[in-house]
């Protein structure tokens, strides 16, 4: 194997970076620098014909910060309305862990406004009744930046959550935070230093269960 990258520690990166909400440090300012340092790693990720067109919008202001959390609780308790039974009520699977999730969920939905940062991703550029092709090249520029974000923050002690919810009321959020019509917000993540180190890679399906091979529903072997 020819690398020079250390495969334990970027394999200890990878597996044991995740959404986390419970564990952040609500009380503890993020210096603005530590932020730019992993912007700075977020726009060496791929984009589409180097186009570039993500947008970052860093919001420190304990008001705007506020405003978000309010859309966020609101689009959550709508959503948990409409959510399956089957799927997360006592009976559904796994249910302990999935209560395990919603309590953690409800515990962000209750502090997000404490974040000292949020991180909201955007395109330059609006996506919504576009070709799949475009879909998929927009959202294939600004995830990828949000990961490495991610992954960038984890290193210098800091951890996020990927959030989505708000974007039930981007209208409402843009307004609030200036954001031209041109501009399509794709991920906000709340931002703060995490407290502990013991973070373990998650259970998960085993890949081999979730791959084909040349075919759908094709294994490696061929059967």
């Known amino acids: 194997m020819n690398t020079d990258l250390d495969l334990s520690i970027c394999d200890k990166l990878l597996t044991t970076t995740r959404s986390i909400r419970r564990r952040l440090d609500l009380s503890r300012p993020v210096p603005p620098a530590l932020i730019e340092e992993c912007l700075e790693v977020a726009v060496q ?16 202001e304990a008001e705007k910060r506020a405003g978000i959390a309010r859309l966020y609780k609101r689009a959550f308790e709508s959503y948990w309305e409409q959510a399956d039974d089957a799927t997360y009520g006592p009976t559904g699977p796994a249910s302990t862990e999935a209560q395990r999730m919603l309590d953690s969920a409800v515990y962000l939905v209750d502090h997000l406004h404490e974040a000292p940062v949020h991180v909201l991703f955007c395109i330059e550029d609006q996506v919504r009744d576009v070709p799949l092709f475009e879909q998929a090249t927009a959202y294939g520029s600004i995830l990828p930046a949000a990961w490495s974000f991610m992954l960038a923050a984890r290193a210098r002690g ?3 959550c990927w959030t989505t919810v708000h974007l039930t009321h981007a209208a409402e959020a843009a307004k609030l935070l200036n954001i031209p019509d041109s501009v399509t917000q794709c991920a906000l993540l709340p931002v703060a230093y995490y407290t502990g ?17 040349d075919a759908w529903g094709q294994k490696r072997n061929g059967s």
């Open 45 to 60: 990720s791929p984009s589409a014909t180097n186009t570039q067109k993500w947008r970052f919008l860093v919001i420190r």
């Open 197 to 213: 180190t013991d973070f373990k890679a998650a259970r998960r399906i085993p890949a081999t269960q979730l791959t084909h091979w």
């Open 158 to 160: 800091l951890g996020c």
